[in-house]
């Protein structure tokens, strides 16, 4: 179960929508257990396929809540959302960051509540409920599927700060890819940040 290269932003998988998966073959299985590996390693909250190259639409997650270990994968997703962004009530959003954008991260509202369906590995249906950081990251790994940064997301302002930050250390240019446990942790590339990124 070899951990795999995470793809910076840049590359093609990154930014068009996934294809579906018609079959859950031996393939698609070692997929998703390289996924859950390299995800732990690097160590994240969700990692979805585009992110290792490989525009299929299937991500994994793994959140400790303090209480609870919310943990899974996913096949061909579906999310709907509700509630209201944080933003227009309270101000200033938690801040995201993203595996295929390491070390930066960036405020970003999000809906409070999540439910994604889907089917896992054995066919059977998918129907988690999510509120909070679970509600982000599901969040996060659908847009992955689809073709979509949480960067593509950010107001004019932050985007073009987070840019400038990403153009200085070299993401998409110098560093087109990085391998967690080969190439560091996450936090490497940014010491001082915690890593709860997907
Ligand atoms: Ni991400």
């Given at each position: 179960m070899p951990v795999l290269p995470i793809v910076v932003s840049g590359h093609p998988?990154?930014?068009?929508?996934?294809?579906a998966i018609k079959e859950s073959t031996p393939d698609v299985r070692q997929l998703v257990s390289?996924?859950?590996?390299?995800?732990?390693e690097a160590p994240g909250v969700g990692l979805a396929a585009p992110q290792?190259?490989?525009?299929?639409?299937?991500?994994?997650w793994y959140f400790d809540d303090g209480e609870h270990q919310h943990q899974g994968?996913?096949?061909?997703?579906?999310?709907?959302?509700?509630?209201?962004p944080r933003h227009l009530l309270w101000g200033e959003p938690d801040e995201e960051g993203c595996l295929s954008v390491p070390?930066?991260?960036?405020?970003?509202?999000?809906?409070?509540r999540a439910r994604l369906t889907g089917t896992d590995l054995e066919g059977k249906r998918v129907d988690v409920l999510a509120e909070g950081w679970l509600a982000r990251i599901f969040q996060h790994e659908y847009d992955h599927v689809?073709?979509?940064?949480?960067?593509?997301?950010?107001?004019?302002?932050r985007r073009r700060r987070l840019w400038a930050e990403a153009?200085?250390?070299?993401?998409?240019?110098?560093?087109?890819?990085?391998?967690?446990?080969?190439?560091g942790e996450e936090g490497d590339f940014a010491?001082?940040?915690?890593?709860a990124d997907a």
């Amino acid at each position: 179960m070899p951990v795999l290269p995470i793809v910076v932003s840049g590359h093609p998988a990154l930014h068009q929508p996934a294809h579906a998966i018609k079959e859950s073959t031996p393939d698609v299985r070692q997929l998703v257990s390289d996924m859950t590996e390299t995800m732990h390693e690097a160590p994240g909250v969700g990692l979805a396929a585009p992110q290792v190259g490989v525009s299929l639409q299937v991500f994994v997650w793994y959140f400790d809540d303090g209480e609870h270990q919310h943990q899974g994968h996913v096949i061909n997703p579906r999310l709907s959302v509700s509630g209201w962004p944080r933003h227009l009530l309270w101000g200033e959003p938690d801040e995201e960051g993203c595996l295929s954008v390491p070390g930066l991260r960036s405020p970003l509202a999000r809906y409070p509540r999540a439910r994604l369906t889907g089917t896992d590995l054995e066919g059977k249906r998918v129907d988690v409920l999510a509120e909070g950081w679970l509600a982000r990251i599901f969040q996060h790994e659908y847009d992955h599927v689809r073709g979509i940064l949480y960067v593509d997301r950010l107001n004019n302002r932050r985007r073009r700060r987070l840019w400038a930050e990403a153009h200085t250390a070299g993401l998409g240019t110098t560093l087109t890819s990085w391998t967690p446990g080969v190439d560091g942790e996450e936090g490497d590339f940014a010491p001082g940040h915690d890593s709860a990124d997907a």
